[in-house]
């Protein structure tokens, strides 16, 4: 390994510490203590040593969890808030099916346990909940018009809101959210239009947070100051605290060193040249463009015969992994091309996943995602790798041997190709609809694996690699459903 390389390796170990110690810092000054209760994984964030403090529930959305919250969970404590996280059953680390008759029952379970807290005054509390999560928040200050002193909603889907229940109801949507914007509107005017009487409980209120799409309103500074200051005027607190949640840029920084750390090492592995394996330009990008065709109608046909939501027990992630699986089976049939795998390959690929595994879910553990693997998750993960190996083993052929400038044109014909592919399957299949929320992440995802298949250019340990790590990711991030 030369002297730049070294350098590289080094600058990436410096960022990783930074990181996580930036990270922690978020959590100075707070207690955090995990719970459960009736099979509910709580998590309470409140200030050390705090005494009749307000208290908040936190309900996340669909294919959220606790730790996606974590961000208004933060910039609430910091300001003198206890304030109580959970996952929903199927969500996370609750390993029961979800139900819609769950949703309230695990919010009890919640607004129970906060109550009991000794640091919480039980005649302040308050509710915030994003998507899925602001339904049931909602509709529990509309039930329990007495125990609520505000609601929150953000991203909000729908509730019988009237002039005067839920009490001080703030609606918050992300510029980019089309639809939920909308349902925000709505909600608002069926709920008396703006009003600032928060002391009789009639307070109303619509931010619109700009440049925020379903998921990015979670991370934005002004989404978690809104919440925060309507909580204040409903409380009558004056803040001190100007406490900003950047914890998930420097989750972006630990990932970008991970990934600098892999191109530093990545030379010295020696791999094998194989420019003369290169698969034909014409089969690799018809196949690329033929075979989400093909993942389409055969999704499509197979919802007539079972319901292809809950497939394999896991909510809108098993029709993602057969779309991928029937994808990848067509381009490799139209590549008619393998390279002979090897035992060094193989275990390239494996390191390869470990590496991928520690820089985007090490720390996204006490981030934005339950990261590790429940055991009804865990059993879902060979099959869901399996699933998605033959695309990323395709997508590898393809690749072998071409040079950086073409690499970029099959990250972005990939990104292209699953985002339209995907949006024709909804098409069919609305009842997948989730996935359209999903969408942009996927070009970030191509980006990182199109940069371990430029590293590696072996077509097996990218692979192998590639489809270990996804299938964890769509393992760890779909709700749990009853199979």
């Given at each position: 390994?030369?002297?730049?390389?070294?350098?590289?390796?080094?600058?990436?170990?410096?960022?990783?510490?930074?990181?996580?110690?930036?990270?922690?810092?978020?959590?100075?000054?707070?207690?955090?203590?995990?719970?459960?209760?009736?099979?509910?994984?709580?998590?309470?964030?409140?200030?050390?040593?705090?005494?009749?403090?307000?208290?908040?529930?936190?309900?996340?959305?669909?294919?959220?969890?606790?730790?996606?919250?974590?961000?208004?969970?933060?910039?609430?404590?910091?300001?003198?808030?206890?304030?109580?996280?959970?996952?929903?059953?199927?969500?996370?680390?609750?390993?029961?099916?979800?139900?819609?008759?769950?949703?309230?029952?695990?919010?009890?379970?919640?607004?129970?346990?906060?109550?009991?807290?000794?640091?919480?005054?039980?005649?302040?509390?308050?509710?915030?909940?994003?998507?899925?999560?602001?339904?049931?928040?909602?509709?529990?200050?509309?039930?329990?018009?007495?125990?609520?002193?505000?609601?929150?909603?953000?991203?909000?889907?729908?509730?019988?809101?009237?002039?005067?229940?839920?009490?001080?109801?703030?609606?918050?949507?992300?510029?980019?959210?089309?639809?939920?914007?909308?349902?925000?509107?709505?909600?608002?005017?069926?709920?008396?239009?703006?009003?600032?009487?928060?002391?009789?409980?009639?307070?109303?209120?619509?931010?619109?947070?700009?440049?925020?799409?379903?998921?990015?309103?979670?991370?934005?500074?002004?989404?978690?100051?809104?919440?925060?200051?309507?909580?204040?005027?409903?409380?009558?607190?004056?803040?001190?605290?100007?406490?900003?949640?950047?914890?998930?840029?420097?989750?972006?920084?630990?990932?970008?060193?991970?990934?600098?750390?892999?191109?530093?090492?990545?030379?010295?592995?020696?791999?094998?040249?194989?420019?003369?394996?290169?698969?034909?330009?014409?089969?690799?990008?018809?196949?690329?463009?033929?075979?989400?065709?093909?993942?389409?109608?055969?999704?499509?046909?197979?919802?007539?015969?079972?319901?292809?939501?809950?497939?394999?027990?896991?909510?809108?992630?098993?029709?993602?992994?057969?779309?991928?699986?029937?994808?990848?089976?067509?381009?490799l049939v139209i590549l008619s091309h393998l390279p002979r795998p090897t035992i060094r390959v193989v275990v390239?690929?494996?390191?390869?996943?470990?590496?991928?595994?520690?820089?985007?879910?090490?720390?996204?553990?006490?981030?934005?995602?339950?990261?590790?693997?429940?055991p009804a998750r865990l059993q879902l993960w060979p099959l869901l790798s399996l699933a998605c190996f033959p695309?990323?083993?395709?997508s590898g052929v393809a690749q072998q041997g071409v040079g950086i400038g073409s690499r970029l044109i099959w990250?972005?014909?990939?990104?292209?190709?699953?985002?339209?592919?995907?949006?024709?399957?909804?098409?069919?299949?609305?009842?997948?609809?989730?996935?359209?929320?999903?969408?942009?992440?996927?070009?970030?995802?191509?980006?990182?694996?199109?940069?371990?298949?430029?590293?590696?250019?072996?077509?097996?340990?990218?692979?192998?690699?590639?489809?270990?790590?996804?299938?964890?990711?769509?393992?760890?991030?779909?709700?749990?459903?009853?199979?």
């Amino acid at each position: 390994m030369n002297r730049q390389r070294l350098f590289v390796l080094f600058t990436a170990l410096l960022l990783i510490l930074l990181s996580w110690w930036r990270v922690a810092a978020a959590q100075a000054g707070l207690e955090v203590r995990s719970l459960e209760r009736d099979g509910v994984p709580m998590l309470y964030v409140a200030p050390q040593q705090g005494e009749r403090m307000p208290g908040v529930l936190i309900a996340h959305g669909f294919a959220g969890s606790k730790q996606l919250m974590l961000g208004y969970a933060y910039v609430l404590a910091h300001t003198g808030y206890a304030v109580m996280l959970w996952d929903f059953g199927g969500h996370g680390a609750n390993a029961t099916p979800l139900e819609r008759l769950t949703l309230q029952q695990d919010l009890g379970v919640a607004y129970t346990v906060l109550r009991s807290q000794p640091e919480v005054d039980p005649t302040r509390l308050a509710l915030l909940g994003h998507s899925m999560g602001s339904g049931a928040a909602m509709s529990a200050g509309i039930r329990n018009s007495d125990r609520f002193a505000a609601t929150v909603a953000i991203s909000p889907t729908g509730a019988a809101v009237t002039p005067q229940m839920p009490r001080n109801l703030q609606l918050q949507a992300g510029s980019r959210e089309g639809r939920f914007i909308f349902n925000a509107q709505r909600l608002l005017q069926e709920a008396g239009g703006e009003n600032q009487n928060l002391a009789e409980g009639r307070g109303r209120s619509l931010v619109t947070i700009p440049q925020a799409n379903h998921i990015t309103v979670l991370f934005h500074n002004l989404s978690h100051q809104a919440a925060r200051r309507w909580l204040d005027a409903t409380f009558s607190i004056q803040a001190t605290n100007s406490y900003v949640d950047r914890r998930m840029t420097w989750y972006g920084l630990h990932l970008l060193a991970w990934l600098m750390m892999l191109g530093a090492v990545a030379p010295a592995l020696n791999l094998p040249s194989v420019h003369r394996m290169r698969a034909h330009w014409v089969r690799s990008w018809g196949g690329l463009l033929l075979a989400p065709l093909a993942a389409s109608v055969i999704l499509t046909l197979s919802s007539r015969v079972g319901e292809i939501q809950s497939l394999g027990g896991l909510l809108v992630g098993g029709a993602v992994g057969i779309w991928l699986f029937v994808a990848g089976i067509v381009w490799l049939v139209i590549l008619s091309h393998l390279p002979r795998p090897t035992i060094r390959v193989v275990v390239l690929g494996i390191a390869l996943f470990i590496l991928l595994w520690v820089a985007f879910g090490a720390m996204a553990q006490v981030v934005w995602l339950q990261w590790w693997l429940i055991p009804a998750r865990l059993q879902l993960w060979p099959l869901l790798s399996l699933a998605c190996f033959p695309w990323f083993l395709a997508s590898g052929v393809a690749q072998q041997g071409v040079g950086i400038g073409s690499r970029l044109i099959w990250w972005l014909g990939q990104s292209v190709v699953l985002v339209g592919g995907f949006f024709l399957t909804l098409q069919f299949l609305p009842q997948l609809s989730f996935i359209f929320l999903l969408l942009p992440l996927f070009p970030i995802f191509m980006a990182i694996f199109s940069f371990a298949a430029a590293m590696l250019n072996e077509a097996w340990s990218y692979a192998l690699g590639s489809a270990l790590f996804f299938g964890w990711v769509i393992a760890a991030a779909f709700p749990l459903g009853v199979s």
